[in-house]
């Protein structure tokens, strides 16, 4: 808030006019007009006057301490993103939660928290009894935006987020409740802005619709979801890297290199019981160049497509996020100590395959 408008504020709330506080202040009521339209500014001899007459120090009427509460804010909220862009989940978390202490009204730092509670509760050394503590605070967070904040992207987030909890509670109707406050798919803002956009703008926002609608697809391709036989998982998983690689025909699949190393080490461990040595051999070393892809993107700070579809089109792979603390590599030499590899882990190419991987593996 300005000054002028900091004074009107003090004048209002006392309840005189503009003449009374010029005859207190030994000024003109022109004077005082001018400061309130923001004209002008009192003179810095005038502000004691100004302070005793209103009962506020100065802090107060120049609204130094709001000025330097709200900076702290952004600092934390920058802080706790930095976390867990970094892939420091839990501290995140510990760091958010300690924060809402010292800011216990603020809706953006309650949407933050319970984001990053998301990543905890899916984390694989979560416990029930915490999974339910953390999975409980969070859906009290986003019940409080709902019903207090007014700003439209917070109370989104907060519906989005709480059809996850209510989701992982399996009190589905209650999602289906909250889901029913969202726009359709046509009618949500990734479709509706691209309107607003010409030439290379509105290609640039095409381009980052489709590779998340990209997402949405690859992730429904892999066995998370629907009722699906070994056979049918496997069939998907080939669709999967069919599809990724039609639509980045250069091989420049940056965030999708995941979805790659996800299918062929799941198609690994279908050979691998099946005990084909040669076809999980292939998929074993597939996975292994998409996880190490994958963790070269991750370190990214600046990815550049160049496929048709997405040419010129720019992603930061730093800005992703996932629930585990290690990062892919580590993650497929994990799954690859499985027994069900045992037939093959003596072989030259198994042991290849793990070196490659450990020369790149460690923290997400």
Not at 19 to 31: F, N, P, R
Not at 93 to 99: E, G, N
Not at 267 to 291: D, G
Request: some cysteine.
């Amino acid at each position: 808030m300005s000054l002028g408008n900091m004074i009107r504020k003090l004048r209002k709330e006392k309840d005189i006019t503009q003449e009374e506080l010029a005859e207190a202040l030994g000024v003109t009521s022109k004077a005082v007009s001018q400061w309130e339209c923001e004209r002008t500014c009192p003179d810095i001899s005038q502000i004691p006057a100004i302070c005793g007459f209103f009962g506020v120090t100065a802090d107060e009427l120049l609204e130094i301490d709001s000025r330097k509460k709200e900076a702290r804010r952004k600092e934390i909220l920058e802080k706790g993103q930095k976390l867990i862009r970094s892939g420091y989940k839990e501290e995140a978390w510990d760091f958010l939660c300690k924060a809402m202490k010292e800011f216990p009204n603020d809706y953006e730092m309650m949407c933050n928290a319970a984001g990053t509670g998301i990543f905890i509760i899916n984390r694989p050394n979560c416990t029930a009894e915490r999974r339910e503590k953390v999975r409980e605070k969070c859906i009290c967070l986003c019940e409080k935006v709902l019903g207090g904040c007014t700003e439209d992207w917070m109370r989104h987030a907060a519906v989005s987020l709480l059809c996850e909890y209510y989701g992982d509670k399996g009190e589905f109707e209650k999602v289906e409740k909250m889901a029913e406050k969202m726009p359709p798919l046509f009618e949500s803002y990734n479709f509706l802005c691209i309107k607003a956009y010409r030439g290379k703008e509105r290609t640039k926002r095409e381009q980052w619709l489709s590779y998340d609608l990209l997402q949405f697809l690859s992730k429904q391709m892999s066995r998370e979801h629907g009722d699906y036989s070994e056979e049918e998982i496997f069939e998907l998983n080939e669709k999967r890297i069919k599809l990724i690689n039609l639509l980045f025909e250069k091989g420049d699949f940056g965030f999708f290199s995941s979805g790659i190393y996800y299918s062929y080490i799941e198609q690994a461990e279908y050979f691998a019981a099946k005990k084909n040595a040669e076809k999980t051999a292939e998929r074993l070393e597939y996975a292994a160049k998409a996880a190490v892809e994958f963790v070269d993107y991750a370190k990214a700070k600046n990815y550049v497509h160049s496929s048709l579809m997405f040419n010129g089109m720019e992603s930061a792979g730093f800005e992703i996020g996932h629930p585990n603390s290690i990062n892919v590599a580590g993650e497929m030499l994990e799954r690859m100590e499985n027994r069900i590899f045992d037939f093959i882990r003596e072989t030259e190419g198994f042991k290849a395959v793990k070196e490659n991987l450990t020369a790149v593996a460690g923290n997400n």
